[in-house]
């Protein structure tokens, strides 16, 4: 018995020893495959006579560099640093170019593309994404030019890889694929394998190269194999593209993809000049939401190309029917539909035949309408990230633009129930609920201080927060702050539950003359502020998020506590009409037994 036990104990510790020694490998190979690719890029780098990146004139591709720019992409002059990312990737440098949307990130390989020998090979997200580019490539005479996915026919796939060879079935120039290519197709990688034993493999791009990383809003786990390449491809320049990540996302893309400490990485300041940012307070019911879109658009939008996003599927298909009966020429988006149904849409947009696609995150990507003059979110948007990227789909073409954002504080619940399962999801809704709730900081300052893009002005005096920055009012919210802790203590005490909605019609009795925005701002600062704190309930079809007190509570006690918020004294942030809130006070008493309404649950989507 004791001779079984000792041996059962050795086993383990065997085990134990050898899954360390596998963790050390694993390690150690990590550490190979860095110090081998800082190795080679050194030697590039120590090969590479100019670094002044933005030449054009100093390498021996820079003449034709530029006649190729003229010539086939028509382009006068280059934008910030297309050139500098144009010249590292021909030197065989790996880089990471970080720009706006719109800024002109597909041309820093198109470009160097059509001047190196063998193929480019793009990584994009998206089936979509390559036909368009494919679409927009050759409308410009540009030839070789593929793409490889899931739907290409077999013996289509067969005489790519046999141009990915040599020229001599068809030129290949540039072949886009999709990451699940190089995840998951080994006949794939062995082709790309022996293109690349023949020196035709000139250089790799991975578009959106921020969905690699898990602290990103885009995570894509296809992405995570990209990894491979540099590991199989030490010498072939690899060129990241995208127009969102941090400094902390950057350096994550770095390890997973192998990057060596010689990457290049290029960051574009993040601020669009050409956008208006306004923050629009949304009104409680849903018709005067819809009201007020409707004489927005009329107003200063009629006929013009714009984008709605909404959080939900049911949201966009409700929001365009409602504008569609309105007499908007508006049509809905999402992933739920065929993708015919999509695309339909999608061209009748692009041809002006449909003004507003009003869509939920799924019309992303990908979108390169230059004349799109506004983009509205009805619900705010799960982080900064998403905001920026959903919102520079406006004004591509440089022309002024407007963002606006429909904020009722409330949302945040609805979203919270959303994004829970995300890895930074809450902390990336609540920057997005500080973005929302701050009325004293020009909007373009915020979003460049979240991208770390030290902007010299602060006062871009067109947003909605420096155009009204002297109707600012800092009110003193202490008293109601301290009715919800005690609300929320005693519903504690008498195991009830509160959902944020139960709160504010709370708040509405006992304080009649406060206004409803007003209530629901305090509740969502009191929750960013550790006051309150969320707690979802989960049943197999929704979830309901209720408030407790949160980790904060207590320092309310303190007699320095201090609870100020800032709401406009009028303007753009319009207060709700003294008859709508009689309205909502008769639907009130209708629902005042109900423990949770609509607006409390989130429906699984
Ligand atoms: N230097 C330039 N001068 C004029 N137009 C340019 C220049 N560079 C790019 N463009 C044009 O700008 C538009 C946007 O370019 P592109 O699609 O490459 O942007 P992007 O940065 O990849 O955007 P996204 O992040 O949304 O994919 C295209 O129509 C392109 O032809």
């Not at 399962?421 to 609920?433: D, F, R, V």
């Not at 209720?546 to 006690?557: D, E, Q, W």
Request: aromatic share 8%; charged share 20%; net charge neutral.
């Amino acid at each position: 018995m004791e001779a079984l036990q000792e041996i059962q104990q050795e086993l383990s510790s065997i085990d134990v020893q050898v899954k360390n020694l596998l963790d050390r490998k694993e390690q150690l190979l990590q550490l190979q495959d860095q110090l081998q690719q800082e190795i080679v890029q050194q030697a590039k780098w120590s090969g590479t006579n100019c670094t002044d990146w933005s030449s054009d004139s100093n390498f021996t591709w820079s003449n034709q560099l530029l006649q190729i720019s003229r010539d086939t992409f028509g382009i006068e002059n280059f934008r910030q640093y297309q050139l500098e990312a144009m010249n590292v990737t021909l030197s065989e440098i790996d880089c990471i170019l970080i720009l706006p949307t719109g800024a002109g990130k597909s041309l820093c390989y198109q470009i160097p593309a059509l001047l190196s020998q063998g193929f480019t090979l793009v990584i994009s997200p998206l089936v979509s994404l390559m036909q368009d580019q494919i679409i927009s490539l050759k409308l410009k005479g540009v030839e070789g030019v593929e793409m490889l996915s899931a739907e290409t026919e077999p013996s289509h796939t067969k005489a790519v890889y046999q141009r990915m060879l040599s020229d001599n079935e068809g030129i290949l120039k540039i072949l886009f694929v999709t990451p699940e290519k190089i995840g998951k197709s080994k006949r794939f990688l062995s082709n790309l394998e022996k293109a690349n034993n023949c020196n035709r493999l000139a250089r790799i791009v991975v578009d959106e190269v921020h969905c690699t990383s898990q602290w990103g809003n885009d995570f894509r786990p296809d992405y995570k194999a990209l990894g491979v390449l540099k590991r199989q491809f030490p010498s072939v320049p690899l060129l990241g593209l995208t127009a969102t990540a941090s400094e902390a996302i950057t350096q994550d893309i770095k390890t997973i993809l192998s990057l060596s400490t010689c990457c290049m990485i290029f960051r574009g300041s993040m601020t669009r000049v050409n956008l208006i940012y306004e923050v629009r307070q949304k009104p409680s019911s849903h018709t005067d939401t819809i009201n007020d879109m409707v004489s927005l658009i009329n107003d200063k939008f009629r006929n013009q190309s714009g984008i709605i996003y909404c959080c939900t599927r049911k949201e966009s298909e409700t929001v365009a029917s409602d504008l569609v009966s309105k007499g908007i020429h508006a049509a809905f988006y999402h992933a739920d539909m065929e993708m015919s149904e999509r695309s339909s849409v999608h061209r009748h947009w692009i041809e002006n035949k449909v003004n507003v696609i009003v869509g939920t995150i799924a019309f992303g990507m990908g979108i390169d309408k230059p004349d799109v003059r506004f983009v509205i979110h009805h619900t705010i948007s799960k982080s900064i990230e998403n905001y920026y990227q959903e919102s520079g789909r406006a004004g591509r073409d440089g022309q002024l633009a407007r963002c606006i954002l429909y904020y009722r504080p409330l949302d945040a619940f609805k979203l919270s129930c959303m994004v829970f399962m995300e890895q930074t999801g809450q902390k990336n809704l609540y920057k997005m609920l500080q973005y929302c709730n701050n009325i004293k900081t020009c909007r373009r300052k915020l979003i460049a201080d979240h991208f770390v893009d030290n902007i010299a002005s602060c006062n871009c005096s067109i947003c909605d927060t420096c155009s009204n920055s002297s109707n600012v009012i800092s009110s003193d919210q202490n008293e109601i702050c301290h009715f919800i802790l005690r609300t929320i203590q005693q519903a504690t005490d008498g195991d009830v539950n509160l959902t944020p909605l139960k709160i504010v019609k709370n708040i509405q009795k006992h304080f009649s003359n406060l206004d409803i925005f007003m209530i629901e701002k305090v509740i969502v600062t009191m929750t960013l502020r550790g006051l309150l704190k969320e707690n979802l309930h989960f049943t197999p079809y929704s979830t309901i998020c209720y408030l407790i007190a949160g980790m904060k509570a207590s320092t309310s006690k303190q007699e320095n506590f201090k609870f100020v918020v800032d709401t406009f004294e009028n303007a753009s942030m319009k207060r709700q009409a003294p008859k709508e809130i009689a309205r909502s006070s008769s639907k009130k008493l209708k629902r005042q037994n109900a423990v949770v309404d609509d607006r409390d649950v989130v429906t699984i989507d």
